[in-house]
């Protein structure tokens, strides 16, 4: 396999650049990845509901970045454009979420985040909510990491065909924390065997920290890279006995501080081990809020709508970078940012290139992390949560073109109604409410021609996703 090849000569190139030299060279990197915490759902971005000391901190010992963005409003696509650096649509992942029953998952010819450090002999390990296919062939271990301990897909679906189960998140779950046991049947899996049926999602989050910290303390010695793809607060919340507030009204809450002391203990167990110094940890999240549920879904702040949606609200995200090594202390970026970029920005973090065999999207970001300049990134492309083009932002502006939408089970209607137009100036409306299109007729002319040139780019040179 070309990908295993690439892996062994970039391993082989990386020990003659760094043997003999300390794994301090190399700094580790721990990402946790929240799944659906909306833009406003931290103390440091304004939350005053939410208590979030710990990463709070991480942001007044490090940098945070107010104008990061995911590649997609929705798990599936978002996740992969993480790990391979590239817009969903680029390795066929773009088309919504994957189910139980899904036949598809994220090719294993893809070269991810895990796939770059292994190949300069990091210890690699995922812990938390995969999401990119179930099937052994898609699972982490063929990505990249040693090890994986998590749910496959996302913790309101259930094994095997998804059937069976509670329609939504509800106030009766809440006050109902068995039901994680009784009504749901997810499950969690250690590296490719399913070990907890249904998973007990009350403790998983803690589970996940536990791991996270063993796997730190058992490479303290060596560079290592840990991907912790949270399951909260996506829906059904749960949260651990000892921590438990009956009321449903501060179900979203619990959870989130629950997650930030979980947060809390890996970075005092990176303090305690004296490896603050070589260590970036980012926290972000996949996507915004899920709004519809209320007081079991987060917040957007400032920002218009949240998960499913093209708006703000749905793709840019809290974003905390703290590394005391690398990362300066008390700052803020505005600069534009995405997850995409961080393959790239990690490559050249760790001063390897990359191999170079597939095209991604993403853009070596450092100069931000550093604060050393400015963002190589001056355009972003929208897709829907169901991977259909909608928008681009270039510099300060930010064009939607709202399509109706159309079942693909459906005939085309006869009439279609026109697209809506909308464009937007973020710098001066980050919040969405001014629409400028009819006043910037130029605007919008040259930027919708500029997402069709990239979009077509993209979808000419797409790679296949893994099919059963």
Sequence with gaps: ??????????????????????????????????????????GC??????????????ASE??????????????????????TGSYPKRVSMHEHVLFPHSTKGLNPDEYTIAD??????????????????????????????????GIPYSNDMNHPDNKGKPKTSSDDLWRDQESTLTLWKTP???????????????????????????????????????????????????????????DPQNAYINVIEHMDAEVGRIMDTL?????????????????????????????????????????????????????????????????????????????????????GENRIDGLDASPLLLATGSTPRDEFVYYTSRGQLEGLRQGKWKLLVKRPHQRSDKPAPKNPKPPEILLFDLLADKGEQTDLAEANPEVVAKLEARMIELDAEITANARAAWEK
């Excluded at 005053?48 to 901190?57: A, H, L, Q, S």
């Excluded at 940098?63 to 993480?82: D, G, I, M």
């Design 45 to 58: 971005f304004g939350s005053t509901k939410i208590k979030t000391p710990n990463i709070d901190r991480m």
């Design 271 to 355: 303090r305690e081990l004296e490896l603050e110094k070589d260590t970036i940890v980012i926290y972000t999240s996949d996507n915004g809020p899920w709004l519809k549920f209320e007081n079991h879904g987060g917040s957007a702040g400032p920002l218009r709508e949240g998960k499913g949606t093209t708006f703000e609200g749905g793709q840019r995200v809290p974003c905390v970078m703290w590394g005391p090594g690398t990362i300066p202390a008390g700052t803020e970026c505005d600069e534009l940012m995405g997850t995409i970029d961080l393959l790239p920005t990690i490559a050249a973090l760790t001063n390897t290139p990359l191999p």
């Design 116 to 149: 770059h450090l292994k190949s300069q002999g990091y210890a690699t390990a995922c812990f938390g909510k995969w999401h990119l296919g179930h099937h052994p062939e898609t699972l982490p271990q063929q990505l990249g990491f040693d090890t994986y301990f």
């Design 188 to 246: 969690l899996m250690e590296n490719e065997e399913i070990v907890e049926l249904p998973v007990d999602q009350r403790t998983v989050t803690r589970r996940y920290t536990d791991r996270t910290i063993d796997f730190i303390k058992e490479n303290k010695d060596e560079p290592f890279f840990v991907y912790l793809p949270h399951s909260m607060p996506h829906i059904p919340l749960y949260v651990p006995d000892d921590v438990y507030d009956p």
């Design 1 to 42: 396999m070309l990908k295993t090849l690439l892996l062994t000569l970039l391993l082989c190139g990386s020990y003659l650049l760094t043997s003999g030299a300390g794994a301090a060279e190399k700094p580790n990197f721990v990402i946790i990845f929240a799944d659906d915490q909306g833009y406003g759902d931290l």
């Design 62 to 83: 490090g940098r945070k970045f107010t104008n990061f963005l995911v590649a997609s409003p929705v798990c599936t696509p978002s996740r992969a454009a993480l790990l």
